[in-house]
């Protein structure tokens, strides 16, 4: 074997790379046809961070809130990925609001509605939050606490090469910590093995320890009545007084809910079974499960299904093998360390996607009302929007394989209202899709035919109805289009005042309808040149008046010239408009939001916001009611904002 | 303009698509971000000057980057390439055939740098001193650095002929 076998090998490998030659057709029909080009441009890129989905736009009434009913009864109101964290992260803390996120090398991090920032420098790898939100208890391999008024570290104790102390947890009457004491020692050959692994708890006044069992993730259950822990892959209640031990269920990472009446934790489901003459399967699922404090119901809280990845991968060796063979399947997701919010309303809980392999937080809210066929409808439609195209089909009867596609996107939604048509459910809705930095604008009403679960609703049946339609320019590139049943010119290009046109070249761009005002939003990208340099022009067109209106000229973001827009999306009222713009010049690609309220072309940076944060990208999602949906990508983390347009202020999640 | 776009289009589509699949391991990935290096080149073909393979390919690599800076947040300057791209098993890539499947397992032992090298040289059919000034770097050291990584590569294959 030398090099030149190599070489000769590694062109061969050239051809086994697939080629999509509908692909290349398609963009080659474009650019010899066509002056007004269709791109499949990346949506996702331009829309920035992994999907993660957002449905908890609507707040919950207190009145809703759960106050004790049993786990069984439990509700899911939403189910909100809402933070992209970057490598991976530890446990969440929430005190009122103010979530504290652990990252994993790099720090403590707050998340409220001024922004996302460090706290503090730790090598931490797990962190839990005092009952009053004044101290965090976290462990870096030492026991440390922080308070977080006085930005002042502890030590309560000290590690060594053999000794570590890991997963605190307050107790409620904040003068004691639970935590587990691992001990280690070298294995003969090499490497390390767990020796020890038990949990004590410490009296911070005295410093004094005190071994309660054997296990891991412990928390306590109203003081000293009893503590919770996981063993041996079982989550065990233990009474403190009595110290008998019951097996809540299997599972791991069990954590106390603050008023004490339910356990959280995860379990693995497999199931096996035989599917052909040689081969066997096993499926294991993680999903979340709530328990009561008193064990008398539990209740799985999420829906985690078999990665497709792996499916595809079974069904080759399903049909192909001729030796007995046991294929494992796991779970598109992960989940890890679910964590209660203060008010033991919210989970959070970190979401690993096995296939797109990263790492978000998720927020669950629980309720106790049943939910309706419109709050389906509309969790349905945002993750659409947001391509989170597992949640979408997990709330289908019967799927399609696939969903979601790069262009034209959904950009936004409405619900026009629900009934009953020969005993079913439905919603109508109207859906908004467009291209990426191109205008073309499509809007279509849809019916949605439900039936009822355990769990709410889930959707049948979609059918197309009647009044959709389209913008774009016309194949001749004269005029801008509206096209329902037949085509109707709303203005040509010409008819654009000049000095509201560049003076060199340029194209439509981004556009949107608002049909309850009759208006057209619209922008015009122009070409740098000779002549000129890169600018975003925002117009709005009356269509009943023929009246055109500049909104902004957009020359510079900041000090930097070169401007470009991405993308532009209306609220449901057509109130406000949102732009995506970034600019040429910055070679760090950093991206703005503007929010103008078209009744006076008032504009909001959203960066602008934002304090003691230093937002690297920010993105428009959709428009939910009364919102814009943003994510804000900040030293290395894409968190989740609502821009409330009647206040004028970000919201945090 | 056009004509001359389209030219270039037709001779080097395979080369970019390839060059931008083996980099992200996704087909949908690819197919965005192909569109989008297309898009952009015609939009500033004006701007050419030069060679255009290299360009076009320019093009696309900081497309690629620009989308993994988008999606994770990377800082320019940084080894970003290193964290992201070529982050698959690579056998997805491929069309599963038995032959080439040392080679192909062998590819697991190179570093992203050397994977990118590979990528450009042998998927993407760029000439030694087209990769230099892509990555720049001068002719003599691509040719260096292809030479080294071919070895390695055949030190890992033989390694795994004397295991079985």
Request: neutral net charge; aromatic residues 10%.
């Amino acid at each position: 074997m030398n090099e030149k076998f190599i070489e000769k090998q590694l062109k061969d490998m050239k051809n086994q790379i697939p080629m999509n030659k509908d692909l290349k057709k398609e963009l080659r029909y474009n650019f010899s046809n066509k002056k007004t080009l269709k791109w499949k441009i990346p949506a996702a890129a331009v829309l920035a961070a992994a999907v993660f989905l957002i449905t908890a736009m609507y707040m919950m009434q207190p009145d809703s809130l759960i106050t004790k009913v049993n786990a069984a009864s439990l509700k899911i109101l939403s189910q909100v990925s809402f933070a992209d964290i970057e490598g991976a992260s530890g446990d969440p803390a929430e005190y009122n609001g103010t979530l504290y996120i652990l990252v994993f090398g790099k720090g403590v991090y707050s998340h409220d509605s001024s922004g996302f920032h460090k706290i503090f420098d730790a090598d931490a790898s797990s962190m839990n939050i005092s009952h009053d939100g004044k101290r965090l208890a976290f462990s870096d391999g030492n026991l440390k606490i922080f308070d977080i008024a006085e930005r002042k570290e502890t030590v309560l104790l000290k590690s060594d090469d053999f000794t570590y102390y890991e997963q605190p947890s307050w107790c409620p009457d904040g003068r004691h910590i639970i935590f587990v004491k691992k001990v280690i020692a070298p294995r003969e050959t090499h490497g390390f093995e767990v020796k020890q692994l038990d949990i004590y708890e410490i009296e911070l006044e005295s410093k004094k320890i005190n071994k309660l069992a054997e296990g891991s993730s412990p928390s306590y259950v109203k003081n000293h009545e009893a503590i919770i822990f996981e063993k041996e892959n079982k989550v065990i209640s233990k009474n403190l007084k009595d110290k008998t031990e019951k097996v809540v269920d299997s599972g791991r990472f069990p954590s106390v809910s603050p008023d004490g009446e339910y356990v959280a934790y995860v379990k693995t489901q497999r199931k096996e079974s035989k599917i052909s003459q040689n081969v066997s399967e096993a499926e294991n699922i993680d999903d979340i499960w709530v328990s009561d404090i008193n064990l008398q119901t539990k209740k799985r809280i999420t829906s985690n299904f078999v990665n497709p990845q792996e499916i595809s991968n079974a069904e080759t060796i399903k049909n192909t093998s001729k030796l007995p063979t046991s294929i494992e399947k796991n779970g598109l997701y992960s989940y890890f360390n679910p964590k209660w919010s203060s008010d033991s309303k919210n989970l959070y809980v970190l979401k690993d996607n096995n296939v797109a392999q990263n790492m978000k937080l998720m927020r669950i809210s629980f309720t106790d009302k049943k939910l309706t066929a419109e709050d389906t409808v509309r969790s349905f439609m945002q993750a659409l929007v947001t391509r989170d195209e597992e949640f979408a089909k997990s709330l289908m009867k019967n799927p399609p394989s696939i969903m979601t596609v790069s262009n034209p996107h959904p950009v936004g939604y409405r619900i026009l209202g629900s009934g009953q048509e020969n005993g079913r459910d439905y919603v109508d809705a109207e859906i908004y899709s467009a291209y990426t930095a191109q205008p073309d604008f499509y809007f279509g009403k849809e019916r949605y035919y439900l039936s009822p679960t355990p769990y709410g609703y889930m959707i049948d049946e979609v059918t197309g109805k009647s009044g959709g339609g389209t913008v774009r320019v016309s194949k001749d590139d004269k005029s801008v289009i509206l096209q329902r049943e037949s085509e109707l010119v709303l203005f040509n290009i010409k008819d654009i005042p000049t000095d509201y046109l560049p003076q060199g070249k340029y194209r439509l761009a981004s556009l949107a309808l608002s049909e309850q005002n009759n208006t057209l939003i619209f922008t015009i990208q122009a070409l740098q040149d000779a002549s000129q340099k890169s600018s975003v022009k925002v117009l709005s067109y009356n269509i009943n008046t023929s009246e055109f209106k500049m909104i902004d000229d957009i020359k510079n973001i900041g000090e930097k010239g070169n401007v470009g827009i991405a993308s532009l999306v209306i609220d449901p009222s057509s109130n406000h408009a949102a732009v995506d713009l970034f600019s040429e010049d910055d070679p760090e690609f950093k991206t703005s939001v503007f929010v103008y309220d078209l009744s006076n072309n008032q504009k909001t940076d959203i960066k602008s916001l934002l304090k003691n944060t230093n937002p690297y990208a920010i993105h428009t999602r959709f428009w939910d009611e009364d919102g814009l949906e943003l994510e804000i990508v900040t030293d290395g983390q894409t968190m989740s904002y609502s821009y409330k347009s009647a206040s004028g202020k970000l919201e945090s999640f | 303009m056009k004509n001359n776009f389209i030219k270039l289009y037709d001779k080097c589509f395979d080369d970019i698509y390839r060059y931008v699949y083996f980099k992200t391991g996704s087909k949908w990935e690819a197919e965005d971000l192909v569109s989008e290096t297309f898009r952009k080149a015609y939009e500033n073909f004006h701007l050419l000057k030069g060679e255009p393979k290299p360009w076009l390919m320019s093009i696309a690599r900081n497309t690629v980057i620009d989308f993994y800076r988008r999606k994770k947040d990377i800082m320019p300057g940084s080894d970003e390439l290193d964290n992201y791209a070529y982050n698959y098993p690579f056998d997805e890539v491929f069309e599963r055939k038995e032959e080439l499947s040392y080679l192909k397992e062998s590819l697991n032992s190179l570093s992203k740098d050397e994977l990118e090298i590979v990528n450009l040289r042998y998927f993407s059919d760029l000439k030694y001193k087209q990769i230099g000034e892509m990555l720049g770097k001068t002719e003599s050291a691509i040719k260096m650095k292809v030479t080294r990584i071919n070895q390695k590569l055949i030190e890992v294959i033989k390694r795994r002929y004397r295991e079985e």
